[in-house]
């Protein structure tokens, strides 16, 4: 089939999942106007529009999916075909989530007795988180800590709150709880208040992604040679970081088709890539016991699915619906997987087809 013929059969299964309204709005004539924009954002002068793309056949926890990649980049969605593909036929990618939780920082200086403020931080955590969930009627604070840091400019005390956020991204509820609670801190510890925000490194909030390509689906070769280029990127922050981009590259495709904060996941992975003291690899591939190949991916992933952009650009309310998603931690696992696929795709060109072809 030539990739014109692909390319209309794709546009037919897009007719096929689609209302004709939805239809004409995914279309570039009318999905979204400047005067649509300008209620989103500030300032707003024009549109910069950013191509989707379609990949279909992508296998994640059983589940067959047709993705949306909103990307400019040539070259990513074929790299998200490839690996794909190679995994598509042993049993696609498995991936899992652990609960949604957002962490808020409140920032207290200061404070004359750093120790005796976080034993009464510590001893009022009950109330304290009693008054933080009257923010929301579903989205709950569910723990609270406190902490001193030293710094450059003298020790400060930090209170931290954990949000399950459910299927927000969770920024505004987590900001709003902290800023709640600032007044009490204040008086359970002297201090002031410096600033109150969520974290992005949503160390809580985590995606693994799992992918095995039995021994025969990929040359040996080819196997030896991608995992030779994962320990490179093991070994040298220079390699790790063009490797993580090439996961990223699947990961912000999907979060930006879905109306998602690409800047603050991005923030989040590298952050977690340097949690050991050097740069490393979001994702890993080794051989496998069969002498196959296997590749895990283990990233923060804060994603919503309700609420903000999400709900309010009309085409990130199409490409929800094409995915299917049940949820964030639904569309984590989906983007985690995307960006592992793209990931694989590169890794293997780039060992056998060279630089070039990615291009």
Not at 26 to 33: R, V
Not at 48 to 59: D, K, L, S
Not at 142 to 154: M, P, Q, S
Not at 204 to 226: C, L, T, Y
Request: proline fraction near 3%.
């Amino acid at each position: 089939m030539s990739s014109e013929e692909n390319l209309v059969r794709l546009r037919r299964r897009l007719l096929e999942r689609l209302t004709p309204e939805e239809v004409e709005v995914f279309s570039s004539k009318a999905g979204l106007s400047v005067e649509y924009a300008d209620m989103l954002r500030e300032n707003v002068l024009g549109l910069f529009h950013v191509p989707i793309g379609i990949v279909e056949g992508v296998v994640v926890n059983g589940r067959v999916l047709l993705i949306p990649l909103a990307i400019e980049e040539r070259g990513v969605v074929e790299m998200v075909i490839r690996g794909a593909d190679l995994v598509a036929g042993c049993g696609g990618f498995t991936a899992e989530s652990t609960d949604q939780i957002m962490i808020g920082q409140i920032q207290v200086v200061g404070v004359g007795d750093l120790e005796e403020g976080i034993c009464r931080v510590s001893s009022e955590r009950d109330n304290l988180l009693l008054e933080a969930n009257t923010v929301s009627a579903t989205r709950r604070a569910v723990d609270l800590k406190a902490r001193r840091l030293n710094t450059e400019t003298g020790p400060m005390l930090i209170v931290e709150i954990y949000v399950d956020v459910k299927d927000s991204m969770g920024a505004n509820v987590v900001n709003s709880m902290c800023e709640m609670i600032s007044s009490a801190i204040e008086g359970l510890t002297g201090g002031r208040v410096n600033m109150a925000i969520l974290t992005n490194l949503s160390s809580k909030r985590m995606v693994k992604v799992q992918a095995r390509i039995p021994n025969g689906r990929i040359d040996g070769e080819a196997v030896e040679r991608i995992v030779k280029a994962s320990a490179f990127a093991e070994a040298d922050p220079y390699r790790a970081v063009t490797h993580n981009k090439g996961i990223m590259n699947g990961v912000s495709a999907v979060l930006l088709a879905t109306g998602n904060d690409t800047r603050a996941v991005e923030a989040g992975a590298h952050a977690y890539a340097s949690l050991g003291g050097a740069y490393k690899p979001l994702s890993i591939w080794t051989r496998g016991v069969d002498g196959g190949l296997v590749g895990t991916l283990e990233m923060p992933l804060s994603v919503g699915t309700v609420g903000g952009v999400v709900n309010s650009h009309p085409i990130a309310r199409i490409n929800l619906k094409l995915l299917g998603v049940e949820g964030a931690a639904d569309l984590g696992q989906i983007a985690a997987s995307v960006g592992l696929a793209a990931n694989l795709g590169a890794l293997y060109t780039l060992v056998t087809e060279g630089v070039k072809s990615i291009q």
